[in-house]
């Protein structure tokens, strides 16, 4: 089973920018399609931006051309870069790693953006 770690949340005005990371451990990390989802309170969890195995990359619509989803290999790790981040970015933002049937989840990351 594969176990992840989130880390780069914080406090952040609006228009700034924070680089997340999660770092996976425990399994065969290249094999998986990584995500990251937030959830803000009272919200549904929702998906921001997927990459595959292969480097394929998706984007949910609110965060298209600010945000770039990308894993490095080697280092077991995939990072969520969000710039020009607005109040609404404002969510706890979970790693996934999924391979069936395997579908984990790391302990989230808080990210505040407020002036």
């Known amino acids: 089973q594969v176990q992840l770690v989130e880390s780069g949340g914080g406090l952040v005005q609006p228009g700034g920018s924070l680089r997340l990371s999660c770092a996976a451990s425990?399994?065969?990390?290249?094999?998986?399609?990584m995500g990251w989802y937030r959830q803000a309170p009272g919200k549904q969890r929702e998906v921001v931006a997927v990459?595959?195995?292969?480097?394929?990359?998706n984007y949910a619509e609110p965060v298209k051309g600010r945000f770039t989803i990308s894993r490095d290999n080697a280092k077991n790790t995939v990072y969520l870069q969000m710039n020009s981040l607005k109040p609404e970015d404002t969510a706890v933002y979970y790693c996934?790693?999924?391979?069936?049937?395997?579908?984990?989840w790391g302990q989230g990351t808080q990210v505040t953006v407020s002036s």
């Open positions: 425990g399994s065969i990390f290249s094999i998986y399609d």
């Open positions: 996934n790693a999924r391979k069936w049937p395997i579908n984990a």
């Open positions: 990459i595959t195995s292969g480097g394929s990359t």
